[in-house]
Every structure is written in structure tokens, then in C-alpha cells.
């Protein structure tokens, strides 16, 4: 599935996400936020180069359960799961390098 560009308004269950198997990236932010904007250079350099990462791009705010259920106060939140457990969390990272870090704990290749 690789990098996606959009958040998305249709966010998965928390226990979907849990079940989910694998390397899987959610990350948590708005259309709208600059902060969230100025980091996609970033993440889209490094998943960008793994199809088989999974990445989920989660519509956040008020009223909004799944980041609710992560503990997510800041755009961007990522957080790295491997086999519905999380394993790295990174919030506004602004470089490639903290992203690639956080991608090796879910996926040897990172």
C-alpha cells in the first residue's frame, strides 16, 4: 500500500487495528495542519519506498476515537505497529531520519 498522501474521515476500529497483521503505519493529523504538511516530505521519502508497509492516514480532532484511544495530542502523531502492537511513536518529526528509525522497529528493512 505504501505512502498515502490524504487523511482519511473513515477511521478503522480500535480492535480492527489491533488484529491488524504485519507492519502498519497510522498516522494521525488534519489536511489542514502546517505541522502535519511540513512532515510529509519526510514520511513520504521513506514509505514511499515500502509498498509493504502499510499506511493509514487518520482524520483527527474532537469527538475522534481511535486517536483518543492512542493517547494522540499533537499532528503529526505516527505510530509504527507491528501485529496490532506498537512498537515506536514518533510526533512532528521534521527529517527523514527519525522516520526511517521508527520504520526498522516494524520492518528489518527500514
Same mark, same amino acid.
Given at each position: 500500500?505504501?505512502?498515502?498522501?490524504?487523511?482519511?474521515?473513515?477511521?478503522?476500529?480500535?480492535?480492527?487495528?489491533?488484529?491488524?497483521?504485519?507492519?502498519?503505519?497510522?498516522?494521525?493529523?488534519?489536511?489542514?495542519?502546517?505541522?502535519?504538511? !511540513? !512532515?510529509?516530505?519526510?514520511?513520504?521519502?521513506?514509505?514511499?519506498?515500502?509498498?509493504?508497509?502499510?499506511?493509514?492516514?487518520?482524520?483527527?480532532?474532537?469527538?475522534?476515537?481511535?486517536?483518543?484511544?492512542?493517547?494522540?495530542?499533537?499532528?503529526?502523531?505516527?505510530?509504527?505497529?507491528?501485529?496490532?502492537?506498537?512498537?515506536?511513536?514518533?510526533?512532528?518529526?521534521?527529517?527523514? !531520519?527519525?522516520?526511517?528509525?521508527?520504520?526498522?522497529?516494524?520492518?528489518?528493512?527500514?
Amino acid at each position: 500500500m505504501a505512502y498515502e498522501s490524504q487523511y482519511g474521515a473513515d477511521a478503522p476500529e480500535r480492535a480492527g487495528v489491533d488484529a491488524m497483521p504485519g507492519p502498519v503505519v497510522l498516522e494521525f493529523g488534519t489536511n489542514w495542519c502546517g505541522h502535519c504538511q !511540513a !512532515a510529509q516530505p519526510a514520511i513520504r521519502e521513506v514509505l514511499g519506498a515500502h509498498p509493504d508497509v502499510r499506511h493509514i492516514k487518520v482524520e483527527d480532532g474532537r469527538g475522534r476515537p481511535l486517536g483518543r484511544s492512542f493517547g494522540v495530542k499533537l499532528w503529526p502523531t505516527l505510530v509504527f505497529l507491528r501485529d496490532g502492537e506498537e512498537q515506536a511513536r514518533l510526533v512532528r518529526p521534521t527529517s527523514a !531520519a527519525p522516520v526511517r528509525e521508527a520504520l526498522r522497529s516494524i520492518d528489518p528493512r527500514g
